[in-house]
């Protein structure tokens, strides 16, 4: 008994020191479908993909997601998943549907696809990277056999060469990155970490010391230094996978160890510097988002309500997470999801918008508005402007973009996007 209250406080002691806690805001999905992917090609536009042919899109930065109806891909109705996404513009994106189906692409904001005509064996396609429309690579595995990539170069397809791959068509590339146009790495949940330092055309397998366990991401810092997550076997995983000399080996990162023994389903690293790995407890199914300012040494982490399958940021600070039941949290309060619990929310209407001098507010009739106040955000949360006493918002002064309107009267507040030109 003495033994198990010592094992209960070292773990409580182990979860203070490691847990440093970053208020995480959850977003309005729309749906209780898992969502597997999110992307966002700009500060407005961002993409979410999820189970059962969900895409989600949203254009106000995040605020507000809702339902694509794609033409052109056939989701079959055992196999409609959406496993991963990548945008290269506001329009032009990729995406993987399956496991057991192809790859698609879009040029028009999601709204039509087209099939990849991938070169090789590819029954199964799940991992992507693109460095433009052109040229990336789609990995996944053969009808009867394991691990493949196909890569685009100047828009042709052509089947990379796996050396030392496996034979069974479950062991699949599930994820790519590359740190330049020449050195990269793909994992497979074989357990292989696949390595590439001629550009994608020849791809050497690697164990994922000390355990094999399926290989759920991977993320090169710089030429040298790069992470790989994974799903652990048994409980058995004890930090993140860390490799300090380009992929070639791997190691546990006793830094990022939790007696949480997580799943690490996905990395990211966002524009600032700092790395992002979700995931979920085995134990207590917990979901967890794991943050590191990107010194090697320094692991933070923060219990969420759903697994975390996929992260993603549109600039320096701003990141956002998606998990099961279609759960979506980012690190800072955005326009919109500010709480006013002691108003009661009411529709406006913004006219004219777009505008490029002045727009004026609409309120209900039964509104006294003889105390208005108006609060302008930015997409970032930022408030730019305030104007009290006027129904007429001059913005001039404000740079084209799209804005976020927050008018306060008689206890009411209201909410409109603004587009300004």
Sequence with gaps: MKKIQLLITISFLFLALHTHSQNWYQVTSGTTENLNTIHFPSPSVGYIGGDDSLLLKTTDGGLTWNPLNPSGINFLSWNADVLNLQFLT???????????????????????WTANALAGNNCFNQGLFFFDQDNGFIGG???FQGELISKLTAG????????????????????IHFYDSQLGLAASSSGLIFRTTDGGLNW??????????PITSVLMINDTLAYAGYKAISGAGFGIYI???GGLSWNYDGNSATFFYPDFLTLHQSGNGEIFSGGVSQGSQTGLIFRSPGDIITWNFDAVDQQINDISSYNDSTVFAVGDSGYIVVNKILTGLISHDDLQIIKIKVSPNP???YF???FPQ?????NITTKIYSLLGELVQIESGTKTIDVRKLAAGVYVIEAFADGFVGRSKLVVE
């Design 90 to 112: 506001d329009s032009i994106g990729y995406v993987t549907i399956g496991p057991y189906s192809t790859s698609y692409k879009t040029m028009d904001g999601g709204l039509n």
């Design 141 to 143: 595995s053969g009808c």
């Design 156 to 175: 042709t397809w052509s089947p990379a060469t796996m050396n030392s791959s496996t034979w069974d068509s479950q062991n699949m590339i599930v994820d």
């Design 204 to 213: 050497d397998s690697i164990p994922s010391n000390p355990t094999m366990h």
């Design 243 to 245: 490799s300090t000399d």
């Design 355 to 357: 505008t490029n001098d």
């Design 360 to 362: 004026n507010l609409d």
């Design 366 to 370: 039964h509104i006294n508005t003889s």
